[in-house]
């Protein structure tokens, strides 16, 4: 099964090089730096190269976590509750706030008081449709991505016993929880379950459809000639369909696309901080805590030297609302995303990865013009359709589980 | 100089038979008397003081180890209940630290028995405590250069959770009792007819004894359960918190502190309590695993009658029959107990914190 896998992305990456002019040593390069799970959208591969953009179709339901409208109401409040978090300031939506593309509009998240985060808030939008969750894929579903995001030490700081213990101090959860999953009192784990339900209902399907896939859809209209023409250069000279690709405009799989570590990190006590204590987090040797000076992605995870600076494709729906962008931030602006890819993955100042040796050999200059450059952009915005908007839920109010009169007894009967 | 311990076994039979409480010898027990000099190293004490005071040990950064222990108290809570991390409560009346390097056991219910280091760790990342990750602590530490001097300076190199965890305990040695009367011999004529009560008469030496004025072991002394442990859900949160990550059965109906049962999971040892060192009580009002007595004279009343009500109830707890001016002796014997406030900066770290982490400079060139 693996074996199987492996090949096919061999073979995607051969023919993603080929298409992109690239001399064929480096898709070995490619194939073997990426022995990952695709999705099974993904394989679906014209023989001529990636598979092309496809509309979006119905989220995937795991077969162990049905969607009912009594638990997607109950994740949607989960989402929103501070009380799920250390100390019941920090809950999803915190880092994930409606108004900035539910994700966090600067270029690390804002992490738990007293720290900040060291990479950038994903949004929620369009999360269920990927087999993996966060920017090295360490989390393998929405429950496990909830679970780590409220525990991590720089973004809800909660542990399990505390959660647990004021969800059934709120009659309202305890009503709920009993309703939905048939427990007597709320269990933390099945606080997970009611997050990613609602996360699975927050999709850019339906009325938040996006231009691009009504185009695809067959209505010609819904995107302007600039945007064609952009479309064109996405499909062809700028080559970005070797990756955003299918119907996730994204392979799923992990890249070192060229950019820079963000300079927050010289330039930030906080920053320098978590840079470090993420070190340990994640898996570091004696050796790489010491020496590392930027984000190791996907090698934290693989422990392999070529898997350093390697992270997700990042989806392209709904970025309109979603900026900055790169696991780090570093750009805040599509046209600055455009502009790095249009050098063969620099920014302004010519700084790129810290690892060139595992920098993609897809990524090189692309001798976009102007107006090119334009026209893409343009593209990028067909990625995004009407903004998601949602009103936050009232906080369910705590109150004793025993009346005095219970206490009293009690005392009586010691 | 050593505890003075008289264990004076042979006169346990010459005892027995009487009413245990009212005929309570001093010499039954380890007497009490000064406590034993400690070797305490400057440069860590120094270091841990400053790490005591800095808010920056819990998880966000928003309490210290002296929000609860605070030094004008005693080093204990001014709250009947401490007040916890934020967002959630306490269930507990947080002890005096003053003396507690003395200590073989720590916390109200005895879980912790080895060291102060294993206390400090337990206290820190307790998500109703301080709810501190120590490698973020360790980073927090290693950023601030005043701690990468006097880490340094103490000795153990590189700031680490690890040397965090012995400098903080270094430090509470330091927090020992000073000129006390009860030490320096000025003790009034009331507070010498209250030890002589103490000793005989009211029966307290038969907990409160060596020392340190304690046995270190957990009696049930029937004290009332604070009803704002359960009716306040921002301290209950904790106490159920606190019992389910225990282990405590039926944790969700508890309506009383379970105390030692947490240590033994007996019926035997429900509700009780370790006996407090009664060193500083002056300060470390209010009194009792819960802070449900108010006054040391309170405290007094509270074992004239007897104790509070529990099938569990120790057998040593009686009615003393004490008289009004018994009373006031005892309670005066209980303050020469007390020496000065530990509250000068020999003891409080009253300099400033930075209000940011400065950057490490040449950051990209420099080693992590």
């Given amino acids: 099964m693996h074996l199987k896998k492996i090949t096919l992305s061999l073979v995607a990456a051969a023919v993603a090089t080929v298409f ?26 014209t023989p001529s190269g990636p598979p092309p953009l496809a509309p979006l179709g119905d989220a995937p339901i795991p077969p162990d976590n049905k969607l009912t409208p009594a638990k997607v109401e109950l994740g949607k409040l989960l989402f929103f509750d501070p009380r799920v978090g250390g100390d019941a300031s920090t809950g999803c939506s915190t880092c994930h706030e409606p108004e900035q593309g539910w994700a966090w509009a600067e270029d690390f998240s804002r992490g738990y008081p007293g720290t900040v985060h060291w990479r950038n808030s994903q949004s929620i939008i369009n999360s269920a449709y990927f087999p993996r969750q966060f920017w090295a894929g360490s989390a393998s579903s929405n429950e496990k991505q909830a679970k780590s995001a409220a525990k991590g030490g720089v973004a809800g700081n909660g542990e399990d016993d ?10 309202e959860y305890r009503k709920r929880f009993k309703e939905v999953f048939g427990t007597e009192w709320p269990i933390i784990d099945d606080v997970w379950h009611a997050i990613a339900a609602f996360e699975r209902t927050m999709n850019t399907t339906g009325e938040h459809e996006v231009p691009l896939d009504k185009y695809l859809k067959g209505d010609k209209g819904a995107l302007s000639e600039e945007q064609v023409r952009g479309m064109a250069l996405f499909n062809g000279k700028a080559g970005c369909i070797n990756c955003h690709n299918g119907e996730l405009t994204s392979d799923t799989d992990y890249h070192n696309i060229g950019v820079p570590p963000n300079k927050r990190w010289e330039e930030d006590g906080l920053a320098q901080i978590t840079f470090r204590f993420e070190q340990y987090a994640k898996g570091q040797t004696e050796e790489g805590y010491r020496n590392a000076k930027s984000d190791w992605g996907f090698y934290y995870r693989s422990k392999n030297k070529w898997d350093k600076g390697k992270f997700r494709t990042a989806p392209l729906r709904y970025i309109a609302y979603t900026a900055p962008y790169m696991h780090n931030g570093v750009f805040y602006t599509l046209e600055e995303v455009v502009d790095f890819y249009n050098r063969g993955g620099f920014d302004e100042e010519g700084r790129t990865t810290l690892f060139p040796e595992t920098k993609s050999s897809l990524i090189k200059p692309l001798g976009l013009s102007d107006q090119e450059k334009e026209d893409l952009v343009a593209f990028l915005e067909a990625f995004s359709g009407p903004e998601i908007e949602m009103e936050k839920p009232e906080q369910p109010p705590y109150a004793p589980l025993f009346t005095m009169a219970d206490l009293k007894a009690a005392q009586e009967a010691k | 100089m050593g505890a003075r311990v008289t264990t004076g076994r042979t006169l346990l039979a010459a005892v027995m038979g009487f009413g245990v409480a009212l005929s309570a010898q001093a010499a039954e027990y380890p007497d009490i008397g000064p406590l034993p000099q400690l070797k305490i190293d400057k440069a860590k004490a120094e270091l841990g003081k400053r790490l005591f005071f800095d808010k920056r040990l819990s ?17 204990a809570s001014e709250e009947a209940l401490s007040p916890g991390y934020p967002g959630n409560g306490h269930f507990r009346n947080a002890s005096s630290l003053v003396n507690v390097a003395h200590r073989k056991v720590w916390n109200w219910d005895g879980r912790i028995g080895t060291n102060l280091n294993d206390m400090t760790r337990e206290m820190l990342t307790e998500d109703y405590t301080m709810n501190m990750d120590m490698r973020i602590m360790q980073e927090r530490v290693k950023q601030d250069p005043l701690y990468v001097k006097m880490f340094k300076d103490a000795g153990y190199g590189e700031p680490s959770n690890g040397s965090v965890r012995k400098a903080i305990p270094e430090y509470l040695k330091t927090l020992t009792s000073a000129n006390a009367p009860f030490d320096t011999g000025k003790m009034s004529a009331s507070a010498k007819r209250g030890m002589k009560l103490f000793k005989g008469k009211a029966g307290c030496i038969q907990c409160h004894n060596g020392p340190m004025m304690t046995d270190q072991k ?103 029959k004490l008289s009004g001016k018994e009373k006031k002796d005892l309670v005066a014997f209980l303050e020469a107990l007390s020496g000065d406030k530990l509250t000068s900066d020999k003891h409080v770290w009253k300099q400033p914190y930075p209000s940011e982490y400065e950057a490490i400079a040449n950051w990209t060139e420099v080693r992590n």
């Fill in chain 1, 20 to 45: 992109a002019g690239c001399q064929a040593t480096a898709a070995k390069h490619e194939g073997a730096a990426a022995p990952t799970k695709m999705a099974s959208a993904q394989m679906a591969m």
């Fill in chain 1, 162 to 171: 505390i959660m647990e213990a004021r969800l059934a101090l709120i009659p």
């Fill in chain 2, 59 to 75: 998880g966000d950064a928003a309490v210290s180890c002296a929000t609860c222990h605070v030094p004008e108290k005693g080093y």
């Fill in chain 2, 218 to 320: 957990a009696h049930n002394t029937g004290v009332p359960e604070n009803f704002d442990v359960f009716m306040d859900p921002m301290n209950h949160q904790a106490f159920i918190a606190f019992t389910m990550f225990q282990g405590i059965p039926n944790y969700m109906n508890l309506k009383r502190d379970p105390g030692y049962f947490n240590v033994t999971l007996l019926n035997e040892d429900m509700g009780k309590f370790l006996t407090p060192s009664l060193r500083e009580v002056k300060y470390s009002a209010p009194y009792m695993h819960n802070g449900m007595i108010k006054t040391l004279a309170g405290v007094v009343d509270f074992y004239n009658q007897g104790g509070g009500k529990d099938s569990n109830k120790s057998k040593l707890l009686k009615p003393l």
